[in-house]
């Protein structure tokens, strides 16, 4: 609730001030689908709205002697850094390149480094390095020194998915609020010693406490979405998408749900492998799987109005958070 109210309250002004300073606003891809060209002049970099929303209520309600909830708001300050980076260039040069993909990539890979070595740091031994696997109770895999670069994986992976996803006018907050709420109800389960027994799940002590992070960034996604609804008054920008998804893949990791995180987040998983299946059928055969990558964008080319393809990927994120729901009990 105070996330939303910091979004309503503070919300218009700062996407006032986001046009007034950025003029043009988003720049806008000439050869993606013609309806995009009429969004032209929307502001970006509504991420700081969020941004803002998610630190202030967490530090006003969290624990603030919890280890994980100042891991995971280092992931999602440090990530909402590098994307504004990249939003501030593209609006600076007016162009859609921004940072660098290669410095923006070792940017994610070293805040995430620090931040897996600390998680593993803070969590109990052996299970600090172990892997668990969703559906099967007993299976637990150590990776050892290999954990660390599997959570760097997850967070950067989990950051550029979102990234991906959102290329239309609520595509992506909805997921992200859908697979937060659910970590959130994980978070709790798996950091309360009665819950976590009770359902055969992996205890870790302290992660209850990410449910108050989670619950601040699903208020500050419904806040968001509030001015993000179609025609949208804002992007959340690379400042959003790659700070809340590297936040949630964080949130998996401390949590022991990172192949559920897979499942729950599985529309930001599709959306990536399209990317993937279409640059490799492109490169290997000159032909393209589909009408244009990521997914939401070959379904815009069929003809799909804007609006209906966004609110059947949120049916499909729904499903796939209640088959990853599934896991807590089915094992
Ligand atoms: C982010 N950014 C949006 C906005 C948002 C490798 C390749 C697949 C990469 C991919 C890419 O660059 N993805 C990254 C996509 C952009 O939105 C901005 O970016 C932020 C997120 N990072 O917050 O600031 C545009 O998306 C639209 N939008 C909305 N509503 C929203 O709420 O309508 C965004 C948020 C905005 C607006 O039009 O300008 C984006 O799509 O650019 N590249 C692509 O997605 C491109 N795909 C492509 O080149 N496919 C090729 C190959 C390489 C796979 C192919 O299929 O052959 C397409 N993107 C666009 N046009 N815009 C293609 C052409």
Not at 37 to 63: F, H, N, Y
Not at 66 to 83: E, H, Q, R, S
Not at 232 to 261: N, P, Q, W
Not at 280 to 305: C, D, I, N, Y
Request: one cysteine or more.
């Amino acid at each position: 609730m105070t996330a939303l109210l910091v979004c309503f309250i503070f919300g218009p002004g700062i996407i006032r001030w986001l046009k007034s300073r950025q003029g043009a606003g988003q720049p806008i891809r000439t050869d993606g689908p013609e309806t995009h060209l009429k969004k032209q002049g929307t502001p970006t970099m509504g991420g700081v709205m969020i941004l803002l929303a998610v630190i202030i209520s967490t530090l006003l309600w969290v624990d603030l002697h919890n280890a994980y909830t100042w891991i995971v708001l280092l992931v999602t300050i440090g990530f909402g850094g590098v994307g504004f980076g990249d939003d501030y260039l593209k609006l600076t040069k007016r162009n859609s390149k921004g940072l660098s993909s290669r410095v923006k990539l070792l940017w994610q890979i070293a805040i995430a480094a620090v931040a897996s070595i600390l998680i593993a740091y803070v969590t109990r031994q052996p299970l600090s390095t172990q892997l668990a696997l969703p559906f099967l109770k007993d299976v637990l895999i150590n990776l050892g020194y290999f954990f660390p670069i599997f959570a760097v994986f997850v967070i950067v992976g989990a950051s550029n998915a979102v990234n991906l996803t959102d290329g239309l006018d609520g595509l992506a907050i909805v997921p992200v609020m859908i697979a937060t709420a659910c970590f959130g109800l994980i978070a709790y389960l798996v950091g309360n010693v009665i819950f976590a027994n009770y359902l055969q799940l992996q205890h870790v002590a302290g992660a209850g406490e990410l449910l108050v992070f989670c619950g601040a960034l699903v208020g500050a996604s419904l806040g968001f979405l509030w001015f993000n609804a179609p025609p949208a008054m804002v992007f959340m920008g690379d400042t959003g998408s790659l700070s809340v998804g590297a936040a949630l893949g964080s949130v998996s990791i401390i949590t022991k749900h990172e192949i559920v995180l897979a499942i729950i987040g599985g529309l930001f998983v599709l959306e990536t492998a399209s990317v993937i299946v279409q640059v490799a059928s492109f490169k290997m055969t000159g032909k393209r799987v589909f009408r244009m990558a990521p997914l939401h964008h070959h379904f815009e080319k069929k003809g799909w109005a804007e609006p209906t393809v966004v609110i059947r990927f949120w049916i499909i994120a729904a499903i796939l958070a209640l088959i990853g729901l599934s896991s807590l009990k089915l094992r």
